[in-house]
């Protein structure tokens, strides 16, 4: 087998330990869905517990938008110290780190019944954010970083899998008999210590990025000896040559930080694509789905919606399983151009079927139709690609800050949907998702004539196409400048 294409047993087991950090992300998006009610109950009676009356509705409303959303608090505040993390400790160790996040989560969520207190479960999602926003820049990086050049969109796809896995099994443990009830929701919540101390077990034994080794170490022996045990093979001089080109570029440039990325016309176009391409993911409307899909399910008058937000969720990971097999051979652009316009059709389906669910009782099913539809193409395009395109934007000088500026940008979307949808679906009612249609659309017509197709090509050759594009310009750039998007000593 092509030693480039080959997958190793050292690769799979850091690819699958880094993965497990997304599966977190995933599950503490998809856990708070299901025992809404149930942690309502739990507020008023600890309310009643201590003022003697129960909880006004505002306030309850309040608590629970609260617990929701600081979850996304957590992931702004932390997406932003990504590059302080892996710069300074490497890939490897900085997600081995971020678990202590994860375990005085689960202990203040997993208690927070035990000692009355609705403040220990929103300090527990805030935390829990804290380490999710982490994970979405860590995790990327460091299995980019790692993979072979031709297995890159498809190994890059697995963090997509692991958040949606993580849906599917929030969504599945949060049923009444399993885990969604009065005596078991503290547990549901605390579940995440688990997948933790297993990360925590598993990746001592997984190599560091050899090209954090080779260019931010100069660990040059380090980095081939990695390198060999991650490709199977003896060869690694195509990998040391790429590696090696993009440490002098290091060395010639200076240090990117965040404000230089915008400040500088080079840097620019990746960073906004790389902004608009996260924006894509979140205004698409799938968080909304996925928070709301429950109540969606009610509104449609499903008998067991529960049963129908899981089986949303099975579809969900059915089609990234599908995305890692066709992202190397469609490319991301063409399947991101697909999601996209797959999604604007289904949320008017979606739109139509709710507005006449009154007149025609079978639509439900339509409704239930347009979701999984809707969630489908999501995973064919919007869902994985905008996480690890942004690695291929960027060569290693300014990629931590691009990294650290795309999950900022995400999670501060996912912030904005999980606090307005509430508010906007009951203003617009069944046309709310009409909204996401015109953003999908837009987000369609900036990707098809602005975002470049990344398949098969290597970090300093995807760097170099916005080198050309700036090229008019060139005169205007300082050499360390056009060094960090891939410029080479032909300058």
């Known amino acids: 087998?092509?030693?480039?294409?080959?997958?190793?047993?050292?690769?799979?087991?850091?690819?699958?330990?880094?993965?497990?950090?997304?599966?977190?992300?995933?599950?503490?998006?998809?856990?708070?869905?299901?025992?809404?009610?149930?942690?309502?109950?739990?507020?008023?009676?600890?309310?009643?517990?201590?003022?003697?009356?129960?909880?006004?509705?505002?306030?309850?409303?309040?608590?629970?938008?609260?617990?929701?959303?600081?979850?996304?608090?957590?992931?702004?505040?932390?997406?932003?110290?990504?590059?302080?993390?892996?710069?300074?400790?490497?890939?490897?160790?900085?997600?081995?780190?971020?678990?202590?996040?994860?375990?005085?989560?689960?202990?203040?969520?997993?208690?927070?019944?035990?000692?009355?207190?609705w403040e220990m479960l929103i300090i527990g999602r805030f935390v829990v954010g804290l380490y999710s926003g982490l994970c979405t820049g860590f995790v990327p990086m460091y299995v980019g970083e790692i993979s072979p050049t031709a297995l890159r969109g498809a190994l890059g796809t697995l963090h997509q899998l692991g958040i949606v896995v993580g849906i599917l099994i929030a969504q599945v443990f949060g049923l009444e008999m399993i885990m969604g009830n009065d005596d078991y929701w503290p547990l549901l919540l605390g579940f995440?210590?688990?997948?933790?101390?297993?990360?925590?077990?598993?990746?001592?034994?997984?190599?560091?990025?050899?090209?954090?080794?080779?260019?931010?170490?100069?660990?040059?022996?380090?980095?081939?000896?990695?390198?060999?045990?991650?490709?199977?093979?003896?060869?690694?001089?195509?990998?040391?040559?790429?590696?090696?080109?993009?440490?002098?570029?290091?060395m010639r440039e200076k240090k990117v930080t965040i404000l230089e990325l915008f400040r500088s016309p080079l840097y620019r176009q990746p960073i906004i694509i790389a902004i608009i391409l996260q924006l894509s993911q979140q205004f698409s409307g799938i968080n909304a789905v996925f928070y709301f899909s429950t109540r969606i399910f009610e509104k449609a008058e499903v008998a067991q919606p529960i049963y129908a937000t899981i089986g949303a969720g099975v579809v969900n990971t059915a089609f990234t399983v599908v995305s890692v097999f066709v992202v190397e051979r469609a490319g991301r652009r063409s399947l991101h151009l697909l999601g996209l316009m797959g999604m604007a059709g289904s949320a008017v389906l979606m739109t139509i079927a709710l507005a006449l669910l009154e007149q025609l009782k079978w639509m439900s099913y339509v409704s239930i139709v347009a979701i999984f539809a809707f969630v489908a193409f999501f995973e064919m395009g919007p869902g994985p690609i905008?996480?690890?395109?942004?690695?291929?934007?960027?060569?290693?000088?300014?990629?931590?800050?691009?990294?650290?500026?795309?999950?900022?940008?995400?999670?501060?979307?996912?912030?904005?949907?999980?606090?307005?949808?509430?508010?906007?679906?009951?203003?617009?009612?069944?046309?709310?998702?009409?909204?996401?249609?015109?953003?999908?659309?837009?987000?369609?017509?900036?990707?098809?004539?602005?975002?470049?197709?990344?398949?098969g090509r290597t970090f300093d050759d995807i760097s170099a196409g916005f080198r050309q594009t700036a090229s008019a310009g060139a005169i205007k750039h300082s050499p360390e400048e056009l060094n960090s998007l891939g410029a080479d000593s032909q300058l």
Do not use: H
């Not at 490497?90 to 203040?108: E, Q």
């Not at 690695?391 to 691009?402: K, N, V, Y």
């Open 1 to 117: 087998m092509d030693p480039g294409k080959q997958i190793t047993f050292p690769l799979l087991m850091s690819v699958g330990a880094a993965v497990i950090g997304s599966l977190q992300f995933g599950y503490n998006t998809g856990v708070i869905n299901a025992p809404q009610k149930i942690i309502e109950k739990f507020i008023n009676e600890t309310y009643v517990e201590r003022y003697s009356e129960p909880i006004p509705e505002g306030s309850l409303t309040g608590i629970w938008a609260l617990a929701v959303s600081m979850f996304s608090v957590g992931g702004i505040f932390s997406s932003f110290s990504v590059g302080f993390f892996v710069n300074r400790l490497g890939r490897r160790n900085s997600m081995l780190i971020a678990n202590v996040l994860a375990f005085i989560s689960a202990a203040l969520m997993g208690f927070s019944k035990m000692a009355s207190s």
């Open 192 to 250: 995440l210590f688990i997948p933790a101390v297993i990360q925590t077990v598993v990746l001592p034994f997984c190599p560091e990025s050899p090209r954090f080794l080779l260019i931010n170490r100069n660990e040059e022996n380090k980095a081939k000896t990695v390198l060999k045990k991650l490709r199977g093979t003896t060869d690694v001089s195509n990998d040391m040559q790429e590696m090696k080109e993009e440490s002098r570029q290091m």
């Open 386 to 455: 905008p996480w690890f395109i942004v690695a291929e934007l960027f060569s290693q000088g300014p990629r931590p800050s691009a990294m650290a500026v795309a999950g900022c940008s995400n999670w501060m979307a996912n912030f904005v949907v999980a606090m307005s949808f509430q508010y906007v679906e009951k203003l617009c009612g069944p046309y709310v998702f009409i909204i996401f249609t015109i953003l999908l659309l837009i987000f369609f017509i900036f990707t098809y004539f602005k975002v470049p197709e990344t398949r």
